[in-house]
């Protein structure tokens, strides 16, 4: 069975929920669950894109750990986020939350689909477990 969910209009329609739409004229969808697992479900691969499985990677081993700040004042706790530029940090929270907290907008960059999949996901599961 294939992870991809081809789609034969003109038009996209992902489930956004628990998709996310390949960016390529075929019109398929990835499953979230299958971004980042070391397999290239969309034929360019981009849901196996370094960018966007380095960063998941980092969101849940606490980005701030791994990340300089370029001014010595600044002064983040360990869970925080580092915007792009290095100039300025911020609550986990403030991830792609459609506000832009970063500068450069970074906190709201294309990887929000999927941190915004993750935090749904985990609402569901701690709703089901009421």
Known sequence: MSSLQPHTNS?????????????????????????????LDC???????????????LYHSNLGRNKKALSPDLKCPDTWFFCKNGLACFEPTAVCDNIADCRDGSDEDYFCHYIKALRIKNLNNFTNNL
């Open 11 to 39: 038009t996209l329609i992902c489930d956004l929920l628990t998709e996310q739409p390949c960016n390529n004229s075929t019109g398929e969808c990835v499953k979230k669950e299958l971004m980042c697992d070391g397999i």
């Open 43 to 57: 034929a360019s691969g981009e849901d196996e894109l370094e960018e966007i499985c380095h960063f998941n990677e």
